[in-house]
């Protein structure tokens, strides 16, 4: 059997994710008519949704009521925000690590966000992005039940994809200054 070639997936997210470790609260429905309140950290966010770990199972297109904490960013007002919205479930798996409690695998899209809301999210969501960028790669955290070798050959993809990011940041800066003197790259 010939090897497979490897196919580069194009990527389908319109909003840019940032790595972030959030304190959030989700509220969901329960079948009993009540709230199943979950206090839980995020993993990474975007201006479109949140992605995190819960001890609950939530069925996938239900609604849940999201509180997330957002850090100071330099530059705004001082002081934690909260922000407030409805969200939707778009995936909710089981982790594959071997613990006794189970966690679910959560990935919440926000509903109705205003458009001050939307724009603290997406500087918050730059501003992080641009503090990993200084601070180079972080060491990639493996998954629970992940595989070692999974974590290894994930390693340079990481490195790989951070220089890319710098360096297509770079460009678009270069063709800005260009542009503006005249001459196009």
Same mark, same amino acid.
């Given at each position: 059997?010939?090897?497979?070639?490897?196919?580069?997936?194009?990527?389908?997210?319109?909003?840019?994710?940032?790595?972030?470790?959030?304190?959030?609260?989700?509220?969901?429905?329960?079948?009993?008519?009540?709230?199943?309140?979950?206090?839980?950290?995020?993993?990474?966010?975007?201006?479109?949704?949140?992605?995190?770990?819960?001890?609950?199972?939530?069925?996938? &297109?239900?609604?849940?009521?999201? +509180?997330?904490?957002?850090?100071?960013?330099?530059?705004?007002?001082?002081? *934690?925000?909260? &922000?407030?919205?409805?969200?939707?479930?778009?995936?909710?798996?089981?982790?594959?690590?071997?613990?006794?409690?189970?966690?679910?695998?959560?990935?919440?899209?926000?509903?109705? &966000?205003?458009?001050?809301?939307?724009?603290? &999210?997406?500087?918050?969501?730059?501003?992080?992005?641009? *503090?990993?960028?200084?601070?180079?790669?972080?060491?990639?955290?493996?998954?629970? $039940?992940?595989?070692?070798?999974?974590?290894?050959?994930?390693?340079?993809?990481?490195?790989?994809?951070?220089? $890319?990011?710098? +360096?297509?940041?770079?460009?678009?800066?270069?063709?800005?200054?260009?542009?503006?003197?005249?001459?196009?790259?």
């Amino acid at each position: 059997m010939p090897p497979k070639k490897a196919v580069r997936r194009r990527e389908r997210r319109r909003m840019s994710r940032a790595d972030a470790q959030l304190g959030m609260r989700v509220e969901a429905g329960s079948a009993d008519g009540g709230l199943i309140p979950i206090v839980t950290e995020s993993r990474n966010i975007s201006g479109s949704g949140v992605y995190c770990l819960s001890p609950h199972y939530l069925a996938p &297109l239900s609604k849940v009521a999201l +509180t997330i904490v957002l850090p100071e960013v330099p530059g705004r007002a001082p002081g *934690q925000r909260l &922000l407030k919205c409805e969200g939707i479930v778009v995936r909710c798996q089981g982790s594959a690590g071997a613990r006794r409690d189970r966690e679910y695998e959560l990935a919440c899209s926000f509903l109705g &966000l205003d458009a001050a809301a939307r724009e603290l &999210l997406d500087e918050y969501v730059v501003w992080r992005n641009l *503090q990993a960028l200084r601070t180079g790669p972080r060491p990639v955290r493996a998954r629970p $039940g992940a595989t070692a070798r999974a974590t290894a050959a994930r390693k340079p993809r990481a490195a790989a994809a951070a220089r $890319g990011a710098a +360096t297509a940041a770079a460009r678009s800066v270069r063709r800005t200054v260009t542009r503006k003197r005249g001459t196009v790259h």
